[in-house]
Protein backbone atom coordinates (compact mmCIF):
# COMPACT_ATOMS: atom_id res chain seq x y z
CA UNK A 1 0.00 0.00 0.00
CA UNK A 2 1.43 3.24 -0.92
CA UNK A 3 1.63 6.29 1.65
CA UNK A 4 -1.58 8.11 0.04
CA UNK A 5 -3.24 4.93 0.65
CA UNK A 6 -1.93 4.73 4.40
CA UNK A 7 -3.18 8.27 5.11
CA UNK A 8 -6.57 8.12 3.38
CA UNK A 9 -6.74 5.04 5.59
CA UNK A 10 -5.93 5.86 8.73
CA UNK A 11 -8.49 9.38 8.61
CA UNK A 12 -11.48 6.30 8.38
CA UNK A 13 -14.66 7.56 7.15
CA UNK A 14 -16.96 6.20 4.59
CA UNK A 15 -15.78 5.74 0.63
CA UNK A 16 -18.63 5.73 -1.44
CA UNK A 17 -18.25 4.01 -4.89
CA UNK A 18 -20.16 5.53 -7.95
CA UNK A 19 -21.38 10.11 -8.39
CA UNK A 20 -24.56 9.28 -9.96
CA UNK A 21 -28.21 9.85 -7.95
CA UNK A 22 -27.63 6.35 -5.80
CA UNK A 23 -24.39 7.16 -4.37
CA UNK A 24 -24.63 11.09 -4.38
CA UNK A 25 -27.89 10.23 -2.21
CA UNK A 26 -26.67 7.87 -0.29
CA UNK A 27 -23.43 9.78 0.73
CA UNK A 28 -25.98 12.59 1.90
CA UNK A 29 -27.45 10.91 4.14
CA UNK A 30 -24.22 9.89 5.59
CA UNK A 31 -22.28 13.09 5.39
CA UNK A 32 -25.36 14.61 7.21
CA UNK A 33 -25.21 12.13 9.78
CA UNK A 34 -21.70 13.75 10.62
CA UNK A 35 -19.73 10.78 8.83
CA UNK A 36 -16.40 11.37 7.11
CA UNK A 37 -17.33 10.58 3.60
CA UNK A 38 -15.69 11.04 0.42
CA UNK A 39 -17.00 10.09 -3.52
CA UNK A 40 -15.29 8.19 -6.14
CA UNK A 41 -16.75 8.58 -9.07
CA UNK A 42 -15.04 7.66 -12.71
CA UNK A 43 -17.24 10.37 -14.26
CA UNK A 44 -18.50 13.55 -13.24
CA UNK A 45 -22.31 13.47 -11.87
CA UNK A 46 -23.33 15.08 -15.11
CA UNK A 47 -21.61 12.22 -17.11
CA UNK A 48 -23.47 9.09 -15.63
CA UNK A 49 -26.41 7.31 -16.37
CA UNK A 50 -28.96 9.44 -13.98
CA UNK A 51 -28.09 12.38 -15.77
CA UNK A 52 -29.83 10.91 -18.57
CA UNK A 53 -32.93 9.83 -17.10
CA UNK A 54 -36.37 11.56 -17.82
CA UNK A 55 -36.78 12.27 -14.49
CA UNK A 56 -40.78 11.24 -13.57
CA UNK A 57 -40.55 9.78 -10.14
CA UNK A 58 -42.30 6.35 -10.22
CA UNK A 59 -41.65 2.55 -9.75
CA UNK A 60 -40.70 1.36 -13.41
CA UNK A 61 -38.14 -1.08 -14.28
CA UNK A 62 -37.26 -2.57 -10.67
CA UNK A 63 -37.27 -5.78 -8.58
CA UNK A 64 -38.27 -7.01 -6.41
CA UNK A 65 -41.54 -5.11 -6.85
CA UNK A 66 -42.87 -4.98 -3.23
CA UNK A 67 -39.75 -4.14 -1.35
CA UNK A 68 -39.12 -1.27 -5.00
CA UNK A 69 -42.38 0.36 -4.13
CA UNK A 70 -41.59 0.86 -0.39
CA UNK A 71 -38.41 2.51 -1.29
CA UNK A 72 -40.59 4.53 -3.86
CA UNK A 73 -43.33 5.60 -1.88
CA UNK A 74 -40.63 6.50 1.43
CA UNK A 75 -38.61 8.56 -1.39
CA UNK A 76 -41.49 9.85 -3.10
CA UNK A 77 -42.09 11.84 0.30
CA UNK A 78 -38.54 13.75 0.61
CA UNK A 79 -38.95 14.20 -2.89
CA UNK A 80 -42.60 16.38 -2.17
CA UNK A 81 -40.58 18.44 0.07
CA UNK A 82 -38.06 19.09 -2.71
CA UNK A 83 -40.50 20.07 -4.57
CA UNK A 84 -41.25 23.35 -2.18
CA UNK A 85 -38.31 24.93 -3.85
CA UNK A 86 -37.87 24.02 -7.04
CA UNK A 87 -35.30 26.62 -8.18
CA UNK A 88 -32.67 25.17 -5.79
CA UNK A 89 -33.49 21.41 -5.88
CA UNK A 90 -34.97 21.32 -10.02
CA UNK A 91 -37.75 19.46 -8.44
CA UNK A 92 -41.27 20.43 -9.53
CA UNK A 93 -44.71 18.76 -8.41
CA UNK A 94 -46.32 18.31 -12.02
CA UNK A 95 -49.58 16.46 -12.87
CA UNK A 96 -50.05 14.04 -15.39
CA UNK A 97 -51.83 10.78 -16.37
CA UNK A 98 -51.46 7.40 -17.19
CA UNK A 99 -53.33 5.39 -19.85
CA UNK A 100 -53.56 1.90 -19.89
CA UNK A 101 -52.22 1.73 -16.43
CA UNK A 102 -53.13 0.95 -12.82
CA UNK A 103 -50.58 1.58 -10.93
CA UNK A 104 -50.60 0.15 -7.17
CA UNK A 105 -52.93 1.50 -4.40
CA UNK A 106 -49.92 2.61 -2.08
CA UNK A 107 -48.84 4.98 -4.82
CA UNK A 108 -52.47 6.03 -6.17
CA UNK A 109 -52.82 7.11 -2.33
CA UNK A 110 -49.97 10.18 -2.51
CA UNK A 111 -50.11 10.56 -6.24
CA UNK A 112 -54.21 11.33 -6.03
CA UNK A 113 -56.27 11.66 -9.38
CA UNK A 114 -55.06 12.83 -11.31
CA UNK A 115 -52.08 11.68 -10.73
CA UNK A 116 -49.40 14.76 -9.63
CA UNK A 117 -46.37 13.41 -9.27
CA UNK A 118 -42.57 14.80 -9.10
CA UNK A 119 -40.69 15.18 -11.97
CA UNK A 120 -36.88 16.14 -11.31
CA UNK A 121 -34.64 18.24 -14.18
CA UNK A 122 -31.90 15.89 -13.43
CA UNK A 123 -28.91 18.29 -14.15
CA UNK A 124 -30.32 20.40 -12.12
CA UNK A 125 -30.81 17.97 -9.56
CA UNK A 126 -27.21 16.46 -9.62
CA UNK A 127 -25.78 19.33 -9.02
CA UNK A 128 -28.18 20.17 -5.74
CA UNK A 129 -27.07 16.75 -4.18
CA UNK A 130 -23.44 17.50 -4.89
CA UNK A 131 -23.48 21.17 -2.94
CA UNK A 132 -25.91 19.45 -0.39
CA UNK A 133 -23.32 16.94 0.26
CA UNK A 134 -20.53 19.57 0.33
CA UNK A 135 -21.81 21.94 2.37
CA UNK A 136 -22.24 18.41 5.22
CA UNK A 137 -18.21 18.67 4.69
CA UNK A 138 -18.19 15.85 2.04
CA UNK A 139 -15.20 15.51 -0.55
CA UNK A 140 -15.60 14.32 -3.98
CA UNK A 141 -13.12 12.84 -6.60
CA UNK A 142 -12.98 11.97 -10.09
CA UNK A 143 -11.92 8.22 -9.78
CA UNK A 144 -11.86 5.08 -10.50
CA UNK A 145 -11.69 1.81 -8.87
CA UNK A 146 -10.52 -0.35 -9.88
CA UNK A 147 -11.63 -3.26 -7.72
CA UNK A 148 -13.73 -3.35 -3.90
CA UNK A 149 -10.17 -4.24 -2.46
CA UNK A 150 -8.42 -1.15 -3.42
CA UNK A 151 -11.58 0.85 -2.09
CA UNK A 152 -11.43 -1.50 0.83
CA UNK A 153 -7.59 -0.33 1.39
CA UNK A 154 -8.45 3.63 1.27
CA UNK A 155 -11.49 3.29 3.69
CA UNK A 156 -12.63 1.02 6.50
CA UNK A 157 -16.40 1.08 5.18
CA UNK A 158 -17.20 1.37 1.46
CA UNK A 159 -20.57 1.80 0.29
CA UNK A 160 -20.46 0.62 -3.50
CA UNK A 161 -22.91 2.86 -5.56
CA UNK A 162 -21.61 1.52 -9.02
CA UNK A 163 -24.46 1.00 -10.79
CA UNK A 164 -23.79 -0.74 -13.97
CA UNK A 165 -19.84 -0.81 -13.16
CA UNK A 166 -20.52 -3.16 -10.22
CA UNK A 167 -19.94 -5.89 -13.11
CA UNK A 168 -16.92 -6.00 -13.53
CA UNK A 169 -15.70 -4.39 -10.20
CA UNK A 170 -17.71 -6.69 -7.69
CA UNK A 171 -17.91 -8.36 -10.31
CA UNK A 172 -21.50 -9.18 -10.61
CA UNK A 173 -22.38 -11.07 -13.70
CA UNK A 174 -25.71 -10.56 -12.33
CA UNK A 175 -25.99 -7.19 -13.58
CA UNK A 176 -26.75 -6.05 -17.08
CA UNK A 177 -28.22 -3.32 -19.41
CA UNK A 178 -31.27 -1.77 -20.34
CA UNK A 179 -30.93 0.81 -23.06
CA UNK A 180 -32.95 3.70 -22.66
CA UNK A 181 -33.04 6.53 -25.68
CA UNK A 182 -34.52 9.82 -25.36
CA UNK A 183 -34.75 12.93 -27.64
CA UNK A 184 -35.39 16.38 -26.09
CA UNK A 185 -37.11 19.00 -28.52
CA UNK A 186 -38.71 22.62 -27.99
CA UNK A 187 -42.00 22.10 -25.84
CA UNK A 188 -45.23 23.80 -27.79
CA UNK A 189 -46.72 24.48 -24.78
CA UNK A 190 -47.40 21.01 -23.36
CA UNK A 191 -47.25 21.30 -19.09
CA UNK A 192 -48.33 18.09 -18.20
CA UNK A 193 -46.60 14.66 -18.19
CA UNK A 194 -47.65 11.47 -20.20
CA UNK A 195 -46.67 7.73 -19.52
CA UNK A 196 -47.75 4.90 -21.51
CA UNK A 197 -45.23 1.64 -20.44
CA UNK A 198 -45.02 -1.30 -19.27
CA UNK A 199 -41.99 -3.15 -17.43
CA UNK A 200 -41.67 -5.84 -20.56
CA UNK A 201 -42.28 -3.40 -23.68
CA UNK A 202 -38.98 -2.46 -25.52
CA UNK A 203 -40.98 0.83 -26.97
CA UNK A 204 -42.19 2.81 -24.64
CA UNK A 205 -44.12 6.85 -24.75
CA UNK A 206 -43.38 9.62 -22.88
CA UNK A 207 -43.86 13.10 -22.67
CA UNK A 208 -42.20 14.88 -19.84
CA UNK A 209 -42.27 18.98 -19.53
CA UNK A 210 -38.47 19.96 -18.56
CA UNK A 211 -37.51 23.22 -18.05
CA UNK A 212 -34.80 23.05 -20.59
CA UNK A 213 -37.23 20.91 -22.74
CA UNK A 214 -40.08 18.39 -23.66
CA UNK A 215 -38.51 15.32 -22.85
CA UNK A 216 -39.45 12.63 -25.09
CA UNK A 217 -39.12 8.80 -25.01
CA UNK A 218 -38.34 6.09 -25.48
CA UNK A 219 -37.09 2.68 -25.04
CA UNK A 220 -36.10 0.04 -22.89
CA UNK A 221 -33.55 -2.36 -24.74
CA UNK A 222 -32.36 -5.55 -22.59
CA UNK A 223 -28.84 -6.36 -23.05
CA UNK A 224 -28.45 -3.64 -25.78
CA UNK A 225 -24.99 -1.32 -25.03
CA UNK A 226 -24.53 0.79 -27.89
CA UNK A 227 -24.05 4.82 -25.78
CA UNK A 228 -24.89 6.10 -29.70
CA UNK A 229 -28.43 7.44 -30.46
CA UNK A 230 -30.16 5.66 -32.94
CA UNK A 231 -31.98 8.23 -35.76
CA UNK A 232 -34.62 5.55 -36.52
CA UNK A 233 -35.00 4.66 -33.17
CA UNK A 234 -35.88 8.58 -32.64
CA UNK A 235 -37.71 9.14 -35.40
CA UNK A 236 -40.39 6.09 -34.07
CA UNK A 237 -39.95 7.78 -30.77
CA UNK A 238 -41.12 11.09 -32.31
CA UNK A 239 -44.18 9.58 -34.15
CA UNK A 240 -45.53 7.69 -30.92
CA UNK A 241 -45.31 10.99 -28.83
CA UNK A 242 -47.11 12.90 -31.95
CA UNK A 243 -49.69 10.70 -31.61
CA UNK A 244 -50.73 11.71 -28.10
CA UNK A 245 -49.67 15.47 -28.92
CA UNK A 246 -50.20 16.07 -32.97
CA UNK A 247 -48.08 19.33 -32.30
CA UNK A 248 -45.24 17.70 -31.75
CA UNK A 249 -45.06 16.22 -35.16
CA UNK A 250 -42.64 19.45 -36.39
CA UNK A 251 -40.92 20.16 -32.89
CA UNK A 252 -37.60 21.38 -33.33
CA UNK A 253 -35.31 18.77 -31.77
CA UNK A 254 -32.67 20.05 -29.56
CA UNK A 255 -31.03 16.58 -28.08
CA UNK A 256 -30.47 12.82 -28.52
CA UNK A 257 -29.59 11.25 -25.23
CA UNK A 258 -28.87 7.46 -24.32
CA UNK A 259 -28.45 5.91 -21.10
CA UNK A 260 -27.84 2.20 -19.66
CA UNK A 261 -30.04 1.53 -16.95
CA UNK A 262 -28.29 -0.94 -14.56
CA UNK A 263 -30.87 -3.77 -14.55
CA UNK A 264 -30.50 -6.56 -12.09
CA UNK A 265 -32.87 -9.42 -11.23
CA UNK A 266 -33.34 -7.83 -7.70
CA UNK A 267 -31.71 -4.73 -6.02
CA UNK A 268 -28.42 -5.81 -3.87
CA UNK A 269 -28.67 -3.78 -0.87
CA UNK A 270 -26.66 -5.71 1.40
CA UNK A 271 -23.29 -5.55 3.23
CA UNK A 272 -20.42 -8.27 3.89
CA UNK A 273 -17.19 -8.28 4.37
CA UNK A 274 -14.04 -7.66 1.85
CA UNK A 275 -11.05 -8.07 1.95
CA UNK A 276 -8.52 -4.67 1.95
CA UNK A 277 -5.06 -6.51 0.51
CA UNK A 278 -3.07 -6.53 4.00
CA UNK A 279 -4.64 -9.46 5.81
CA UNK A 280 -7.86 -7.59 7.04
CA UNK A 281 -11.09 -6.64 6.00
CA UNK A 282 -13.70 -3.80 5.46
CA UNK A 283 -16.81 -3.15 5.97
CA UNK A 284 -19.01 -3.37 2.22
CA UNK A 285 -22.56 -2.42 1.73
CA UNK A 286 -23.68 -2.94 -1.56
CA UNK A 287 -26.14 -0.79 -3.15
CA UNK A 288 -26.84 -1.29 -7.24
CA UNK A 289 -29.33 -2.59 -9.69
CA UNK A 290 -32.28 -0.37 -9.47
CA UNK A 291 -32.92 -0.73 -13.27
CA UNK A 292 -35.10 2.24 -14.61
CA UNK A 293 -36.24 3.56 -11.16
CA UNK A 294 -32.91 4.55 -9.52
CA UNK A 295 -33.81 8.29 -9.28
CA UNK A 296 -37.26 7.05 -7.81
CA UNK A 297 -35.76 4.86 -4.78
CA UNK A 298 -33.09 6.57 -4.74
CA UNK A 299 -34.17 8.44 -0.83
CA UNK A 300 -35.59 4.99 0.76
CA UNK A 301 -32.33 3.00 -0.38
CA UNK A 302 -30.12 5.43 0.96
CA UNK A 303 -31.79 5.17 4.17
CA UNK A 304 -31.69 1.65 4.41
CA UNK A 305 -27.75 1.60 2.88
CA UNK A 306 -26.84 4.15 5.87
CA UNK A 307 -28.12 1.82 8.79
CA UNK A 308 -26.43 -1.05 7.56
CA UNK A 309 -23.50 1.15 7.69
CA UNK A 310 -24.45 1.82 11.18
CA UNK A 311 -23.50 4.82 13.53
CA UNK A 312 -20.74 7.24 13.29
CA UNK A 313 -17.34 5.83 14.94
CA UNK A 314 -15.48 7.87 17.19
CA UNK A 315 -13.52 11.05 15.67
CA UNK A 316 -9.95 9.76 14.87
CA UNK A 317 -7.67 11.12 17.63
Known amino acids: M ?54 LIWPYRIEPEKQ ?39 WSALTGTPPRAPLVDMPSYLRY ?3 RFEAAGGRWEQRAARSLTEAAAAAPTVVNCAGLGARELVPDPAVRAVRGQLLVVENPGIDEWCVAANDSAEETTYILPQPYGLVLGGTAEDGAEQREPDMATA ?29 RPSVRLEAERVPDGRGGTSLCVHNYGHGGAGVTVSWGCAVDAARLVGPPGPAAG
Do not use: K, N
Not at 78 to 101: D, I, K
Open 235 to 263: AAILRRCAAVHPELAGATVLEHRVGLRPF
Open 129 to 131: LVG
Open 68 to 106: ALDWAVRSFRHFSWLAEQPPTTGVRLVRGRMPGSTPPPE
Open 2 to 55: DAETRDERAGGGVLVLGGGVIGLTTAVILAERGMDVRVWSPEPPGGTTSAVAGG
